[in-house]
C-alpha cells in the first residue's frame, strides 16, 4: 500500500512564500513522477509542476518563475516551493505520484489534498 502525507499549507498573504512537502511511503517502493496537481473551488483539477526522476522539471506557464518544484529520492519526499503568491494561487493542493511496487506497475497515487489559501 501507497501513503502520501503532505503538509505545508496555510493562509499566506499576497506576495508570500509557502513550501508544500509531500513524503511517500510503501513496501518496494519505485517511484518515477511526483508532483503536484491543485484544484480551485468550482474548476477541475490541474498541474502545478512534475519533477521525473532524472531530476526533469515540467511547470504549468501560471506558476513559471514563481514556484519551484524538488525531490529527495533518499527520502521518497516532494517538495514545492511557493513564491510572490497571488490571490488566485488559492486551491486545494493534491500530491501525484506515478510509482510501481510489488503488487502494481506504473500506477499513479495521490494525496489527501492541502489547502492554501492566499488573501489579504
Known amino acids: 500500500q501507497v501513503q502520501l502525507v503532505e503538509s505545508g499549507g496555510g493562509f499566506v498573504p499576497p506576495g508570500g512564500s509557502l513550501r508544500l512537502a509531500c513524503a511517500v511511503s510503501?513496501?518496494?517502493?519505485?517511484?518515477?513522477?511526483m508532483g503536484w496537481y491543485r484544484q480551485a473551488p468550482g474548476s477541475q483539477r490541474d498541474v502545478v509542476a512534475f519533477?521525473?526522476?532524472?531530476?526533469?522539471?515540467v511547470y504549468a506557464d501560471s506558476v513559471k518563475g514563481r514556484f519551484t518544484i524538488s525531490r529527495d529520492n533518499s527520502k521518497n519526499t516532494v517538495y514545492l516551493q511557493m513564491n510572490s503568491l497571488k490571490p488566485e494561487d488559492t486551491a486545494v493542493y493534491y500530491c501525484?505520484?506515478?510509482?510501481?511496487?510489488?503488487?502494481?506497475?506504473?500506477?499513479?497515487?495521490w494525496g489527501q489534498g492541502t489547502q492554501v489559501t492566499v488573501s489579504s
Open positions: 501525484y505520484v506515478r510509482a510501481s511496487t510489488s503488487r502494481s506497475m506504473n500506477s499513479n497515487y
Open positions: 519533477v521525473y526522476s532524472d531530476g526533469g522539471t
Open positions: 510503501g513496501s518496494r517502493l519505485s517511484i518515477s513522477i
